[in-house]
């Protein structure tokens, strides 16, 4: 009642082998903060003589390929020149860089403390009524901790952005910040002069509270943006935490054996460890004594255990299900299987094109067009028409009409709405870049088991008479093998199990099947060739290509009936592939069960492409090969063995019920099992890119037109932070629309 033994993954791409002057090596980076930080790192290493580098944001890590004489020590202060850290990081490690600039946990003080700065500070700026003797002077104590400590990561990235020549995001910030809050100390000190201490006159204008609603707004976008990042770096960790964490090695021979328990550190090529039901087998190897069923779903994404015996290969961080085995170790180290996998995940997200904002895009051209605007504001005036305050005044317009407050609340606003929305309705999106994604995917490749099927054995059709399907339940309710168990479920359900049935002399076959004496009665179940080389005549054939998998039943030694096992398929998978029909996607099922069941599960659903027999490592060549062809790929997974693809797609989304390192390594993930919410988290997501993009539209056309009104004079301070305030509003009303996403 076990699978074929499927062919073993490939050996692990890092393998030596042939002659190669490649060397490789990964970067942990600390600094970056926006895409143009990843690009400027980038191309600083590629202009390194051999060197061939790509840099990851969201993993704060660049791998790097070096073909000339470029040693580590070049590369990182290749690196530091630019204006960041950067560490060789240590193969297979399963640690995550450390975020040093905006991390959560540096922002979220932050973020508080500014938020219970800057609440009245708005508050009392904008009411007229709260305009007491002196409220100046406490918008400004309550202001100059924001601008300055609040606000210090952004004035911190903007300066290195500087010292490197040129401008991100955080260049936009901090000009207004620093713009606003220095026009307004301006504003005091003039009105100090003129004596006016305890009552601001009319005509004076102070905009604290623009700079402070900025650093706050922003803060939180950041802190947002911060934690979906930090999903990314969680799925090599919680790949590599599969593995064992010790073996049991025996030492010397014959009377003389020990066992001795050593780390799997320490264990070496060559090796022997035993291996106990229930454990984890410890490295990759070979069997040298004993049988047993070994669970190979982290690898395969089947449920059902592989019969292994003497001989017989087996992968590290799969679990030995029943028998005593022992093992000689063939592959250590970084050299296993799952270290394999770990670098497939690895190299998967390196390898993923670093999407660019348009607010960071257009800020490289916006923000050095509009410091310029306004310097040449200030010298037409002074210069021209003869009066520098009139200059002054009309060039500080231009940069608070200028500050970025809608342009930075454009994404994090619609982004905290659409998370907000979506885990109300199950659906988890990691960031923006996600939803870029589903405007462009126009194939979706869907795992089998646990995504379109249940990923459970049940019973899906016997013959046998129901006295003899109560002496096969009864029996096979003695093992813990997933078939016997849906046989012994389907017996319980089917009101035929007897609790008074007598099972003796209860036997594991290895090869498939199980061998017991109940009420009496002799019974030999298992695959139909255990029970034809037991010489039980007139049992039914078992096809290769069969959809279920058959199990044949004798009865002291009579040919009795079968029962017919099979993963079930999901009750809204064929809707669901309806859905995605619709929206321009075209399925592809992908998985590592035979092409018999493969072709059964899509033609119930609805799918016409099929690829069966695929390995982990296969799976991602399948990515590979769609997009090589010119596909933009989606795919949808729920197992270990899915990591690697879904990090390698254009957009990955791992179903709830999942594995950790394939919600870790997915852009979206889905809190349930339902194939439905995948059609509805596209849908949730291109709405929200929608939103995003219409949400900059309105950000940078306000700028646009309201610039050259500011400059020629036509435009006052306090209109310009009305109209700045009105962009905000607009920009959040917005993206409150996707409250009502159905």
Same mark, same amino acid.
């Given at each position: 009642?076990?699978?074929?033994?499927?062919?073993?993954?490939?050996?692990?791409?890092?393998?030596?082998?042939?002659?190669?002057?490649?060397?490789?090596?990964?970067?942990?980076?600390?600094?970056?903060?926006?895409?143009?930080?990843?690009?400027?790192?980038?191309?600083?290493?590629?202009?390194?003589?051999?060197?061939?580098?790509?840099?990851?944001?969201?993993?704060?890590?660049?791998?790097?390929?070096?073909?000339?004489?470029?040693?580590?020590?070049?590369?990182?202060?290749?690196?530091?020149?630019?204006?960041?850290?950067?560490?060789?990081?240590?193969?297979?490690?399963?640690?995550?860089?450390?975020?040093?600039?905006?991390?959560?946990?540096?922002?979220?003080?932050?973020?508080?403390?500014?938020?219970?700065?800057?609440?009245?500070?708005?508050?009392?700026?904008?009411?007229?009524?709260?305009?007491?003797?002196?409220?100046?002077?406490?918008?400004?104590?309550?202001?100059?901790?924001?601008?300055?400590?609040?606000?210090?990561?952004?004035?911190?990235?903007?300066?290195?952005?500087?010292?490197?020549?040129?401008?991100?995001?955080?260049?936009?910030?901090?000009?207004?910040?620093?713009?606003?809050?220095?026009?307004?100390?301006?504003?005091?000190?003039?009105?100090?002069?003129?004596?006016?201490?305890?009552?601001?006159?009319?005509?004076?204008?102070?905009?604290?509270?623009?700079?402070?609603?900025?650093?706050?707004?922003?803060?939180?976008?950041?802190?947002?943006?911060?934690?979906?990042?930090?999903?990314?770096?969680?799925?090599?960790?919680?790949?590599?935490?599969?593995?064992?964490?010790?073996?049991?090695?025996?030492?010397?021979?014959?009377?003389?054996?020990?066992?001795?328990?050593?780390?799997?550190?320490?264990?070496?090529?060559?090796?022997?460890?035993?291996?106990?039901?229930?454990?984890?087998?410890?490295?990759?190897?070979?069997?040298?004594?004993?049988?047993?069923?070994?669970?190979?779903?982290?690898?395969?994404?089947?449920?059902?255990?592989?019969?292994?015996?003497?001989?017989?290969?087996?992968?590290?961080?799969?679990?030995?299900?029943?028998?005593?085995?022992?093992?000689?170790?063939?592959?250590?180290?970084?050299?296993?299987?799952?270290?394999?996998?770990?670098?497939?995940?690895?190299?998967?997200?390196?390898?993923?094109?670093?999407?660019?904002?348009?607010?960071?895009?257009?800020?490289?051209?916006?923000?050095?067009?509009?410091?310029?605007?306004?310097?040449?504001?200030?010298?037409?005036?002074?210069?021209?028409?003869?009066?520098?305050?009139?200059?002054?005044?009309?060039?500080?317009?231009?940069?608070?009409?200028?500050?970025?407050?809608?342009?930075?609340?454009?994404?994090?606003?619609?982004?905290?709405?659409?998370?907000?929305?979506?885990?109300?309705?199950?659906?988890?999106?990691?960031?923006?870049?996600?939803?870029?994604?589903?405007?462009?995917?126009?194939?979706?490749?869907?795992?089998?088991?646990?995504?379109?099927?249940?990923?459970?054995?049940?019973?899906?059709?016997?013959?046998?008479?129901?006295?003899?399907?109560?002496?096969?339940?009864?029996?096979?309710?003695?093992?813990?093998?997933?078939?016997?168990?849906?046989?012994?479920?389907?017996?319980?359900?089917?009101?035929?199990?007897?609790?008074?049935?007598?099972?003796?002399?209860?036997?594991?076959?290895?090869?498939?099947?199980?061998?017991?004496?109940?009420?009496?009665?002799?019974?030999?179940?298992?695959?139909?060739?255990?029970?034809?080389?037991?010489?039980?005549? #007139? /049992?039914?054939?078992?096809?290769?290509? !069969?959809? =279920?998998? %058959?199990?044949? +039943?004798?009865?002291? *030694? $009579?040919?009795?009936?079968?029962?017919?096992?099979?993963?079930?398929?999901?009750?809204?998978?064929?809707?669901?592939?309806?859905?995605?029909?619709?929206?321009?996607?075209?399925?592809?099922?992908?998985?590592?069960?035979?092409?018999?069941?493969?072709?059964?599960?899509?033609?119930?659903?609805?799918?016409?492409?099929?690829?069966?027999?695929?390995?982990?490592?296969?799976?991602?060549?399948?990515?590979?090969?769609?997009?090589?062809?010119?596909?933009?790929?989606?795919?949808?997974?729920? #197992? /270990?063995?899915?990591?690697?693809?879904? !990090?390698? =797609?254009? %957009?990955?989304? +791992?179903?709830?019920? *999942? $594995?950790?390192?394939?919600?870790?390594?997915?852009?979206?993930?889905?809190?349930?099992?339902?194939?439905?919410?995948?059609?509805?988290?596209?849908?949730?997501?291109?709405?929200?890119?929608?939103?995003?993009?219409?949400?900059?539209?309105?950000?940078?056309?306000?700028?646009?037109?309201?610039?050259?009104?500011?400059?020629?004079?036509?435009?006052?301070?306090?209109?310009?932070?009305?109209?700045?305030?009105?962009?905000?509003?607009?920009?959040?009303?917005?993206?409150?629309?996707?409250?009502?996403?159905?």
């Amino acid at each position: 009642m076990t699978a074929s033994r499927s062919p073993q993954p490939p050996a692990p791409s890092g393998a030596p082998g042939g002659d190669t002057a490649v060397r490789e090596l990964d970067l942990d980076i600390t600094g970056m903060t926006c895409a143009s930080c990843s690009a400027r790192i980038e191309k600083k290493l590629n202009r390194l003589d051999g060197v061939s580098a790509s840099v990851n944001l969201p993993l704060n890590s660049a791998h790097v390929e070096v073909t000339g004489a470029a040693s580590d020590e070049q590369i990182t202060d290749t690196v530091s020149r630019a204006g960041y850290s950067a560490t060789v990081r240590e193969p297979f490690t399963g640690t995550g860089p450390e975020v040093v600039d905006y991390g959560t946990g540096r922002l979220r003080p932050r973020l508080i403390g500014s938020a219970i700065l800057g609440i009245p500070v708005v508050a009392i700026s904008m009411v007229m009524s709260w305009h007491f003797p002196g409220w100046h002077w406490v918008v400004t104590a309550l202001s100059l901790p924001v601008v300055t400590w609040g606000a210090w990561p952004f004035h911190r990235a903007a300066f290195k952005a500087a010292r490197g020549g040129s401008t991100t995001m955080d260049t936009l910030v901090s000009i207004g910040i620093t713009v606003a809050t220095l026009y307004s100390l301006v504003t005091l000190g003039i009105a100090v002069s003129q004596g006016h201490i305890l009552h601001l006159p009319h005509d004076f204008h102070i905009w604290f509270e623009a700079a402070v609603a900025i650093t706050v707004f922003l803060l939180l976008g950041r802190l947002t943006e911060e934690r979906a990042k930090g999903s990314a770096t969680r799925a090599l960790r919680e790949l590599l935490s599969l593995g064992a964490r010790s073996a049991t090695v025996l030492r010397g021979t014959g009377a003389d054996r020990t066992e001795v328990e050593v780390p799997v550190e320490e264990l070496a090529i060559g090796d022997v460890f035993r291996v106990r039901p229930g454990e984890k087998i410890a490295t990759d190897g070979v069997v040298v004594a004993g049988h047993t069923a070994v669970d190979e779903s982290m690898l395969s994404g089947e449920s059902v255990p592989v019969e292994v015996a003497e001989g017989d290969p087996v992968t590290g961080a799969t679990v030995n299900t029943s028998g005593s085995i022992e093992v000689r170790a063939t592959r250590v180290g970084a050299e296993t299987t799952l270290a394999a996998m770990a670098d497939l995940v690895t190299r998967a997200q390196t390898g993923k094109p670093p999407v660019q904002r348009l607010a960071d895009r257009v800020s490289a051209v916006f923000v050095p067009t509009v410091i310029a605007i306004a310097v040449l504001t200030l010298l037409v005036w002074g210069l021209l028409v003869g009066t520098w305050t009139g200059g002054l005044h009309a060039a500080l317009t231009v940069l608070i009409i200028a500050c970025p407050c809608a342009l930075g609340l454009a994404t994090p606003t619609a982004l905290a709405v659409s998370s907000g929305r979506g885990s109300q309705l199950g659906i988890l999106v990691s960031g923006p870049e996600v939803m870029e994604s589903t405007r462009t995917v126009d194939t979706i490749v869907l795992d089998k088991t646990g995504t379109v099927t249940e990923g459970r054995m049940e019973v899906v059709g016997h013959d046998l008479s129901a006295e003899h399907l109560a002496l096969v339940g009864a029996a096979e309710s003695r093992s813990e093998h997933p078939i016997a168990q849906a046989i012994a479920r389907s017996a319980s359900a089917a009101g035929t199990a007897r609790s008074g049935l007598e099972v003796r002399d209860f036997e594991n076959i290895p090869g498939g099947g199980i061998r017991a004496v109940v009420n009496g009665h002799a019974l030999l179940v298992g695959r139909p060739g255990l029970l034809r080389e037991a010489g039980v005549p #007139g /049992v039914a054939e078992e096809s290769d290509g !069969a959809a =279920a998998t %058959l199990v044949a +039943a004798a009865v002291a *030694g $009579t040919y009795v009936g079968r029962v017919e096992v099979a993963d079930t398929v999901k009750t809204s998978a064929r809707d669901a592939i309806a859905e995605l029909r619709e929206l321009g996607l075209e399925p592809v099922l992908l998985t590592g069960d035979h092409a018999g069941a493969a072709e059964a599960v899509a033609a119930e659903v609805g799918i016409e492409r099929v690829h069966a027999d695929v390995r982990p490592a296969d799976k991602v060549a399948v990515i590979e090969e769609l997009q090589s062809a010119g596909r933009s790929v989606a795919m949808v997974g729920d #197992g /270990v063995n899915d990591a690697a693809a879904l !990090a390698r =797609a254009d %957009l990955g989304l +791992a179903m709830g019920s *999942g $594995t950790d390192a394939a919600i870790a390594a997915s852009d979206i993930t889905l809190v349930s099992s339902d194939p439905q919410q995948i059609p509805q988290a596209v849908r949730l997501s291109r709405r929200t890119l929608a939103i995003i993009k219409g949400n900059l539209f309105w950000a940078f056309a306000y700028n646009t037109a309201a610039i050259p009104i500011a400059a020629l004079g036509l435009l006052d301070p306090m209109i310009a932070g009305a109209a700045m305030a009105f962009s905000s509003v607009f920009v959040v009303l917005n993206s409150l629309r996707l409250l009502r996403f159905r």
